[in-house]
């Protein structure tokens, strides 16, 4: 069985209220974010955030969504 990728994973939880889900619908408005560009890496995610001035909590939710995504 073959796993999604984050990006893909990341789009599923758009409807979530609560932190992930705006983190998934940042995702989905952006032009800079796609699964090629960031490739399936946390750390690629991490940077890309902090390249754009992400605030902490954005930050704090990759975290969360990451370990969600790798259950």
Not at 11 to 36: C, F, H, M, T
Request: hydrophobic share 35%; proline share 1%.
């Amino acid at each position: 069985m073959r796993k999604i990728t984050f990006y893909r994973w990341l789009n599923l939880q758009i409807k979530r209220k609560d932190p992930v889900g705006d983190l998934a619908r940042d995702a989905y408005r952006s032009n800079s974010w796609g699964e090629e560009s960031l490739k399936n890496l946390k750390s690629s995610w991490f940077s890309h955030l902090c390249k754009h001035g992400a605030c902490e909590e954005a930050i704090d939710s990759l975290d969360i969504a990451w370990k969600e995504y790798k259950k």
